[in-house]
Nanobody, 127 residues
Framework: QVQLVESGGGLVQAGGSLRLSCAASGRTFSNYAMGWFRQAPGKEREFVACISRSGASTYYADSVKGRFTISRDNARNTVYLQMNNLKPEDTAVYYC????????????????????WGQGTQVTVSS
């Protein structure tokens, strides 16, 4: 079992930045591909970004491409989401997720494959 704990959310003005962290425990972190998802009130959960086990492969939703950066530190068992030039439409609860995989290059852009989820952290962007 992998436990995931997100942090770093908060209230920020449009154009500002936040860095989310997701700390993992319980299993070998480097065996898991990781992803970030978000869910705004009244909307379905949507994919934001994902990263392979090694960190060599990343993928982003079009809505965040060029503004958000996903990274990981396997020595610290942590995945990050650097969010720049935030917009009010980025307001949501952000969740990290972990997917066990044997393949170092795999990334997953939908929620269904992920085995483990964090509790979420609120990001609010004011206009």
């Amino acid at each position: 079992q992998v436990q995931l704990v997100e942090s770093g959310g908060g209230l920020v003005q449009a154009g500002g930045s936040l860095r989310l962290s997701c700390a993992a425990s319980g299993r070998t972190f480097s065996n898991y591909a990781m992803g970030w998802f978000r869910q705004a009130p009244g909307k379905e959960r949507e994919f934001v970004a994902c990263i392979s086990r090694s960190g060599a492969s990343t993928y982003y939703a079009d809505s965040v491409k060029g503004r958000f950066t996903i990274s990981r530190d396997n020595a610290r068992n942590t995945v990050y989401l650097q969010m720049n030039n935030l917009k009010p439409e980025d307001t949501a609860v952000y969740y990290c997720a972990a997917k066990f995989t044997y393949y170092s290059g795999d990334v997953y852009t939908t929620g269904q494959p992920y085995d483990h989820w964090g509790q979420g952290t609120q990001v609010t962007v004011s206009s």
